[in-house]
């Protein structure tokens, strides 16, 4: 009664000379009652199925309305006492019913709410509004990437901390790689322009590659170490393979490959993005550290990640012109574009394409390029690692990262750069890369 219930009780409602089981029976009946509560105990069960006493006649009144409504039945037992296997004390009626438990004193306030949102219709959990089906379920060509499934799989046994995601990791990987192949080498379609099924491609990859995101970002939330990020790797080198039938590597210039060469550049800075962004700076220079085997002649020797950044002519030069878009790159449009779809800050994008530049000068042949730093316009600051670094403490990202030891080992690597690859002349668009400013170098020289 104290918490908004009205309850009648023979104790309070029955006067001398009533009939209690007419009393009884009216309850039962009453459309005015919402529910009947029954308090079971272990004697209450045995005269009920005994059907001694008035509990027995109580369960011949009870025992028609609880057949007559199998859903949503106004009697609701109550157990107050187990037994000695911990069952509840029912009568054999009620067995089949979902009760409210009184039997412990330590979970009784939770079964007294319960038993008070049943009272008041407030259930704790309510079925949610019905959704809108997928859009792509309706599409004539169904956009569901072929990996969803095997990333659930693989997501779902890597949180419960099962041994087999290893395994599942290595079937959404290969079903990645499949995801991949589609894309290797694009073919002319009748009235459509290169670059637009170089286009095509590319945004129809964009489900593949949020679940890659989501693998990436679960590996680094879950793992303690990068084993199951370097199998990457080896899914790369089978898709970047050089066939028996192809004359020229897949980095050449050649529109067909435009798409493959635009999604492996994203994959890999992004990765490289989101490793920094979690200070796994040891995770990030053990992947890189990797030399892929994408020969097909014996002759050649295996590369670094250098080879997976080209001039995606077929974007920069032929698409740029002919829609005389005059960007400074199409390829950081497009990679700004994913970035903010996948959620993931565009700078820490620039960020790690400036890492991998200044590893590729200091470390290999200097082939990659950072096309993505033409959103540094003529307007620049340190980018954060680089600033973070003038504290002693956080130069250990570079020194991972860069192979360097000291600022002054910085300074003299940059500097055999500038006069080895002439760095000066490196320009996006019109603009040219203020080495300095980005690196933080300028603060460190004026100090």
Not at 68 to 82: D, M, N, Q, Y
Not at 127 to 135: A, D, T
Not at 181 to 201: C, F, N
Request: glycine letters at 6%.
């Amino acid at each position: 009664m104290a918490d908004g219930v009205d309850v009648r009780l023979d104790k309070w409602d029955l006067k001398e000379g009533d009939d209690k089981y007419v009393f009884m029976e009216g309850l039962v009946n009453d459309p005015q009652i919402d529910k009947v509560l029954c308090f079971c105990d272990k004697g209450y069960a045995k005269k009920a199925d005994d059907r001694k006493g008035g509990v027995g006649t109580e369960a011949q009144i009870l025992t028609p309305e609880l057949y007559k409504k199998t859903k949503g039945s106004r009697i609701v037992p109550i157990a107050c006492e187990i037994d000695e296997d911990g069952e509840p004390c029912l009568p054999t009626f009620f067995e089949p019913r979902i009760y409210i438990d009184f039997s412990n004193e330590e979970r009784f306030e939770d079964e007294y709410e319960k038993l008070l949102r049943l009272l008041f219709d407030r259930p704790l959990h309510r079925k949610p509004n019905i959704g809108r089906p997928p859009e792509y379920l309706f599409e004539e060509e169904p956009r569901r990437s072929i990996t969803a499934n095997r990333l659930m799989a693989f997501k779902n046994d890597l949180e419960t901390g099962k041994k087999s995601a290893k395994g599942k990791a290595r079937a959404f990987l290969r079903s990645y790689a499949e995801a991949l192949k589609q894309i290797r080498t694009l073919k002319p379609e009748e009235g459509k322009e290169p670059d637009e099924v170089v286009i095509d491609a590319i945004n129809g990859f964009e489900p593949v590659r949020q679940d890659y995101l989501a693998y990436v970002q679960h590996v680094i939330d879950f793992e303690d170490d990068p084993s199951l990020l370097l199998m990457i790797r080896k899914e790369w080198e089978e898709v970047l393979r050089r066939r028996k039938d192809e004359p020229e590597g897949i980095f050449e210039p050649n529109w067909e490959r435009g798409a493959i060469q635009f999604v492996m550049r994203d994959a890999l800075t992004t990765l490289i993005a989101m490793l920094i962004d979690d200070s796994k700076f040891d995770w990030a220079d053990t992947f890189l550290t990797h030399r892929y085997d994408l020969r097909y002649y014996t002759d050649e020797t295996p590369c670094y990640y250098s080879e997976l950044e080209t001039y995606i002519r077929v974007l920069e030069d032929w698409r740029n012109k002919r829609l005389n878009l005059n960007r400074a790159s199409l390829v950081a449009d497009l990679q700004k574009d994913w970035a903010e779809r996948g959620g993931i800050d565009f700078e820490k994008i620039m960020q790690a394409d400036l890492i991998l530049t200044l590893r590729a000068l200091f470390l290999l042949d200097g082939r990659w390029f950072p096309r993505t730093l033409a959103y540094t316009g003529r307007t620049y600051r340190p980018m954060p690692l680089f600033a973070l670094a003038e504290d002693e403490g956080h130069f250990s990202a570079l020194k991972a990262l860069l192979h360097v030891e000291s600022w002054g080992d910085f300074s003299g690597k940059m500097e055999t750069a500038y006069l080895q690859h002439n760095l000066k002349s490196w320009r996006i668009g019109i603009w040219g890369l203020n080495w300095g400013e980005l690196t933080n170098l300028k603060n460190q020289h004026q100090s």
